[in-house]
């Protein structure tokens, strides 16, 4: 095989309970990753998931690795918090408040981009995405 590098991608539309706007909190799925060799990949599953609302943008670049990892590994299942917003597009610039509000709409767009450069195998069987109802 050559350097080039490979990636794959796919898009969850979370719509759940359409009429109301929510909130997205977390997000929890399971699966089996292995290398060309079989071997368990346990970090860096994913390279880049992008998370977008009618209004609002975030990414989050997941690393199990860090010590302040935003991504959380426990029993086979990993587990993460829905980025906080870091484009707000109603008013035009990225978030400046000190604390950036979270993601909320009527639906979520997930884009999960991963690394297949080196022939990895991914299954992904469950992708669960918690949100509670917006008081605004």
């Not at 990949?41 to 990892?69: G, M, W, Y």
């Not at 767009?109 to 080196?118: E, G, K, P, Q, V």
């Amino acid at each position: 095989m050559d350097n080039t590098e490979l990636f794959g991608k796919f898009e969850i539309i979370v719509n759940n309970a359409y009429p109301y706007t929510k909130v997205y909190d977390n997000v929890r799925f399971q699966g089996n990753f292995t290398d060309d060799k079989g071997a368990t990949i346990r970090d860096n599953v994913f390279k880049l998931i992008e998370f977008k609302t009618k209004h609002q943008s975030a990414t989050l670049k997941p690393d199990i690795t860090k010590k302040n990892a935003m991504l959380d590994y426990r029993e086979d299942t990993y587990r993460f918090a829905v980025p906080r917003a870091t484009y707000d597009n109603r008013r035009g610039v990225e978030s400046q408040l000190s604390l950036a509000p979270r993601l909320r709409g009527k639906w979520l767009s997930c884009t999960y981009t991963f690394d297949d450069t080196a022939g990895n195998k991914y299954e992904l069987p469950q992708i669960t995405t918690t949100f509670r109802k917006s008081l605004t």
